[in-house]
């Protein structure tokens, strides 16, 4: 560890501009974070959204299994309005990693 703490206080700053590249790194790192919290955040709560809505829906065909019909057609509506939400999440991660 101190050879290398040595040999950066011996190296001018233009010889380790050459080395590495800091803004590029930084900024792709920054980058590839923001699409892992994008998707990340834009997963998680759909995900917990869906779980809550099969759990409603199990509970209410259990209480009243002549309207499963019905309840299992909402409860599959409003689980593909919830993972829209993720799409959406996904497609802002991409335009983070791809277009800015």
């Known amino acids: 560890m101190n050879e290398l703490l040595e040999l950066l206080k011996n190296t001018s700053p233009e010889e380790?501009?050459?080395v590495v590249d800091f803004t590029r790194a930084?900024?792709?790192n920054y980058k590839e974070l923001a699409m892992a919290?994008?998707?990340g955040f834009g997963a998680i709560w759909p995900g917990i959204g869906?779980?809550?809505i099969g759990k409603g829906a199990l509970e209410a065909i259990?209480?009243?299994p002549n309207a499963a019909g019905?309840?299992?057609s909402g409860a599959i509506l409003y689980i593909a309005f919830a993972e829209a939400?993720?799409?959406y999440?996904?497609?802002i991660a991409f335009i983070i990693g791809f277009a800015m």
């Open 16 to 18: 380790l501009a050459k």
């Open 26 to 28: 930084t900024s792709t």
């Open 37 to 39: 919290i994008a998707i």
């Open 50 to 52: 869906i779980w809550m």
């Open 62 to 64: 259990g209480r009243n």
């Open 70 to 72: 019905k309840i299992q």
């Open 85 to 87: 939400v993720a799409i």
């Open 89 to 91: 999440a996904l497609v």
